[in-house]
């Protein structure tokens, strides 16, 4: 940790006089020492084989970080706290900015974090009236899957993010960078994004990665005679969506017109009721946030499906209810998708 008692009164470990031994952790109030030379971050440490839950076996990565960012928020004047501990909840930020607007607590996480003990730390800040932002250290810079991608979506400036803070380079990253399609690192081209979703239901149709598949594949075959990849073309996500699923948002779209074959045409839902129906689908394949509110990102992706089954007339909105008007279309060879895409764009 960067900061102890001393005198009743806190210090930085930079600035701690090394011939004084008397610090104490503000909160475990155990004697701590003080560690620093030529190759590490000057920082506090409780002596061997003692219990306290703060900052033990804190990384070199953590602290140099930690102290980078108190030091780059002191050169915005946004007055930062190091390690302010709060014992209404018994935690300690690793930054506290108290302006006159709010208090936000700062955590630079570079160890693994399960979501919930993440989502137990936000519970406390929320108690005691303080937002929580965290920035993710080096360790997460590798690529990072669905589910931890979803854990960390924080929203600024109302649009999905993560933080990063660079050590090496001393400054903030903020990455918007995470929007996807099904199969694909493309963005923009549909033809080519489609032809790659084609291709890879044609796989997994033979080579199940999961039960869950093996079951949806089962049950597309039962119900309609086709297989996964002969499947609407409204069922293929050609534009980017926020991750939101730990599985391909496309065959969760297929799982959606399978679910539609359950009632007859005019059906007519409730707004609530459809995107209740459409949860569903999903059922334990939504990820959860730590951050945010759990059905913001869940929202986005039904808003988004809803828009495009509207768009192509499966369904139409009339009085705040949805209603079912034709079955979609599912191909004789995947390959005519294609076609009918081009001549799309063409028009």
């Given amino acids: 940790m960067l900061v102890a008692m001393s005198n009743e009164r806190l210090i930085i470990a930079s600035d701690a006089n090394r011939t004084n031994d008397k610090y104490y952790c503000p909160g475990c109030r155990q004697t701590v020492l003080l560690r620093h030379g030529k190759h590490r971050v000057p920082h506090f440490a409780h002596k061997k084989h003692t219990l306290c839950g703060f900052s033990e076996g804190e990384t070199l990565e953590h602290l140099r970080g930690k102290k980078q960012i108190y030091q780059w928020m002191k050169i915005k004047n946004w007055h930062p706290q190091l390690e302010v501990y709060l014992p209404q909840i018994n935690q300690r930020p690793d930054i506290l900015l108290n302006n006159e607007k709010q208090k936000i607590a700062i955590e630079f996480q570079c160890s693994p974090l399960s979501l919930e003990r993440m989502i137990e730390r936000n519970k406390g800040y929320k108690r005691v009236g303080i937002t929580v932002w965290w920035i993710l250290g080096a360790p997460y810079f590798s690529r990072l899957g669905n589910k931890k991608i979803v854990q960390f979506t924080q929203i600024l400036n109302g649009r ?167 079955r979609p279309h599912w191909v004789n060879h995947p390959q005519a998708k294609l076609k009918i895409q081009h001549r799309k764009r063409s028009a």
């Fill in 160 to 326: 999905p993010a993560l933080l990063f803070w660079d050590t090496k380079k001393d400054h903030l990253i903020i990455k918007y960078d995470y929007w996807r399609c099904s199969y694909s690192s493309l963005k923009f081209d549909q033809e080519l994004i489609m032809n790659k979703q084609i291709k890879m239901l044609i796989e997994q149709q033979h080579c199940h990665s999961s039960n869950e598949l093996r079951e949806l594949a089962i049950t597309t075959f039962k119900l309609t005679g086709r297989i996964l990849a002969q499947c609407p073309l409204v069922c293929h996500d050609l534009v980017a969506s926020w991750p939101a699923m730990s599985q391909p948002i496309i065959l969760w779209r297929i799982g959606v017109i399978l679910k539609l074959m359950d009632f007859p045409i005019f059906y007519s839902w409730r707004i609530d009721e459809w995107k209740s129906l459409l949860m569903s689908v999903g059922h334990h394949k939504w990820l959860q946030s730590g951050c945010i509110s759990g059905d913001i990102l869940k929202t986005w992706v039904i808003h988004q499906y809803t828009s495009e089954l509207i768009h192509t007339e499966i369904i139409f909105c009339s009085n705040n209810h949805f209603i079912l008007c034709q």
